[in-house]
């Protein structure tokens, strides 16, 4: 069997080169306890202006307290923090502009309306009316205008919040989970309206509990643990730095169980996963004739490295954020 184990040593991560810009975060050795709890342990990252930039990590690695002092929700125990070129801590009410925070469904007045919610919060930034109806008709809202926040649906009020976020066009955004617990359709409407902030030049700072997600929005992802980033870069160049050497077969478990695949002459590893059976092979030539002939040619899949697969060998851990 192959043994997998996280790295023990942090990653520092460092952004693209940019043309004499300050970066849009820079984070240099923060640290963040908790009483006895150390929930950042040194945490270096550095997001360009215009970075789609993904946060991941298990519960409680740490990325809602980063996400936090970054914002300039909390402060840090140590350690150094500038966004555009200034601290977020304490609050800085000309940083605060040019954020936008991402507020959770329970955050929401529930008895206004979409169009009472997005005006409320763009006056608090100074924002027009107008700006606002327009912004929750860019986000696909306008029919909705006067239905209460409680009465839409789990995309709809995700849509909202991100909307209320970017109204005031802040020039970073950050994003906690927010395609969570959206069907597949909600989640890609999403995925859309995010592409078109990234293209404005923007930057997204964002945390998900789909690795898949992450892989295919963002220019770059940090995957943290215990406090600390572990590994970080562009979703594909750390597939391809992680990846495993062996060729993946998929294969479902009615009709070969793993047991009966680590038997086979050539597979590396059998396992189980959900109600597939996946084989690693360094003689994928053998193997596939060997299993062929057993189970059928059409009943064997072969399998490409994801982020996920990545994720899983670097923390041990499946994800769950
Ligand atoms: N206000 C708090 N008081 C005490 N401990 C806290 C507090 N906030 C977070 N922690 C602890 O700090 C650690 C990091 O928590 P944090 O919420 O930042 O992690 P996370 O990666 O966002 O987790 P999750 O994915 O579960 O939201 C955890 O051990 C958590 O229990």
Redesign the pocket.
Same mark, same amino acid.
């Given at each position: 069997m192959m043994t997998i184990t996280a790295p023990t040593t942090a990653v520092r991560v460092t952004a693209p080169a940019e043309s004499g810009r300050t970066p849009a975060v820079v984070a240099n050795q923060v640290t963040k306890s908790?009483?006895a709890?150390r929930?950042l342990d040194g945490i270096d990252l550095t997001i360009s202006r215009g970075e789609f930039f993904g946060i991941l990590?298990?519960?409680?690695?740490?990325? &809602? &307290?980063?996400m936090e002092i970054i914002e300039g929700l909390r402060s840090a125990d140590s350690g150094q923090v500038a966004v555009l070129g200034r601290s977020p801590w304490p609050r800085d009410l000309q940083l605060l502009g040019s954020l936008g925070v991402q507020t959770q469904a329970s955050s929401f007045f529930p008895s206004l309306t979409a169009l009472e919610h997005i005006t409320t919060v763009a006056t608090l930034y100074g924002v027009s009316a107008q700006k606002a109806a327009h912004t929750l008709d860019r986000f696909g809202l306008w029919d909705k205008k006067d239905v209460t926040v409680e009465k839409l649906s789990g995309g709809q009020q995700r849509r909202l919040a991100i909307a209320a976020a970017v109204t005031h066009d802040p020039e970073v955004i950050f994003l906690d989970e927010p395609t969570a617990a959206l069907d597949p359709q909600a989640r890609r409407e999403l995925w859309s309206l995010l592409d078109e902030l990234r293209a404005e030049g923007r930057t997204i700072l964002y &945390?998900t509990h789909y690795l898949d997600e992450a892989e295919r929005l963002c220019d770059r992802v940090a995957i943290?643990d215990a406090?600390r980033v572990i590994a970080a870069g562009k979703p594909h160049d750390l597939i391809r730095e992680h990846s495993s050497p062996y060729v993946q077969l998929v294969i479902s478990r009615d009709r070969l169980d793993p047991a009966s695949a680590a038997a086979v002459p050539g597979v590396v590893n059998a396992r189980e996963e959900g109600a597939s059976t996946i084989v690693e092979t360094d003689r994928p030539e053998d193997v596939l004739v060997t299993l062929g002939q057993r189970v059928g040619f059409d009943n064997i899949h072969t399998r490409a490295t994801t982020l996920e697969d990545v994720y899983l060998r670097l923390t041990g851990k499946e994800y769950s954020?």
């Open positions: 908790y009483g709890v929930a990590g298990p519960n409680g690695a740490g990325k &809602t &307290t980063l &945390t943290v406090g954020a």
